[in-house]
């Protein structure tokens, strides 16, 4: 059984592969997302509002493909071409592990992304989620 | 007299039914007031916003505010309402008569709340960062709006 969650400012309706209860929500959280993208969603506790649905049992969607790397909260939810910030060899694993735990601290932490290089600075503080993903995503989907 | 609010993230500006009681901001404290448009209904305002800007109305009334299509919450996005997309729809067995009082508790606890949306949904607030809310009709969020 998949679940639905919209979170905060951020428009896009994330297929989880398992339910979440909203007791979770009182810590960061890491959970696997299917799609849009598919990877580790983390949530922090301060998002604003966190909304919960049962979707219908239907094929989850294919998610978008692409070079892996960091999805943050945007006005317009991730697209085809727009998946997020590009890392620099990064296991999005360990990501996902590194920003749970920035988002228990507060703290911030600098992360060197690839593609064309450059360098994100997330505040554990007041970010509200993050998706990592592995590279070339896309393939078999799962059903809900 | 109507007043308009902005609030901080949400590009709407909300037509309040009266003038808006700017100083009770610096109280710390929740304000309830009574919006006219977009969508009219009662606003619960956190202290914890970071801007809240107060313009004068036009002098022309008030547009005419979305329909919804039921008992609504809305929170604030990106876009702001449009028609179609006001909220979420409660749940009917929701104590909608005092949820505006249930949601100015939250913001002034810091705590989450849980409130049961149509279709078995949930919708989960952070009373520490939720900046505003919007219940409607007006019967949702209680009778007596005050700052």
Same mark, same amino acid.
């Given at each position: ?9 951020? $428009? ?32 922090? $506790? ?26 943050? $909260? ?17 296991? $999005? ?52 | ?64 505010? #979305? ?24 749940? @009917? ?25 149509? @279709?078995? @949904?949930? #919708? ?5 960062? #939720? ?10 969020? @209680? ?5």
């Amino acid at each position: 059984m998949t679940c639905h969650i919209q979170i905060g400012d951020d $428009p896009t309706i994330w297929w989880l592969a398992e339910p979440i209860q909203p007791g979770q929500l009182t810590q960061p959280l890491t959970v696997l997302s299917w799609y849009p993208i598919r990877g580790n969603l983390v949530l922090s $506790p301060r998002a604003s509002y966190v909304a919960i649905f049962t979707p219908p049992a239907v094929l989850v969607p294919t998610p978008l493909s692409g070079p892996g790397g960091l999805y943050l $909260p945007t006005a317009t939810g991730p697209s085809a071409g727009h998946t997020g910030y590009e890392l620099a060899g990064t296991d $999005p694993d360990v990501l996902a592990e590194q920003i749970q735990a920035l988002m228990h601290s507060g703290q911030n932490q600098t992360i060197t992304l690839g593609g064309a290089g450059g360098t994100l600075v997330l505040n554990g503080a007041t970010l509200t989620f993050a998706v990592t993903s592995p590279a070339g995503v896309g393939g078999a989907t799962p059903h809900g | 007299m109507p007043s308009c609010i902005q609030i901080e993230g949400d590009p709407t500006k909300w037509w309040i039914a009266e003038q808006f009681p700017t100083g009770e901001l610096d109280e710390g404290q929740p304000l309830t007031v009574t919006s006219l448009a977009p969508i009219e209904g009662i606003l619960v305002l956190s202290p914890k916003s970071a801007t809240v800007a107060v313009l004068n109305a036009p002098s022309a009334a008030p547009p005419a505010p #979305l329909s919804i299509p039921g008992e609504i919450i809305y929170v604030p996005t990106a876009t702001g309402p449009s028609a179609g997309h006001v909220g979420y729809v409660l749940a @009917g067995d929701v104590d909608s008569g005092s949820l505006s009082s249930q949601i100015a508790a939250s913001m002034h606890s810091g705590q989450h709340q849980t409130i049961a949306l149509t @279709g078995g @949904g949930t #919708l989960v607030l952070n009373g520490a960062t #939720l900046t505003f809310a919007v219940l409607a009709p007006i019967a949702v969020g @209680g009778a007596t709006p005050h700052g």
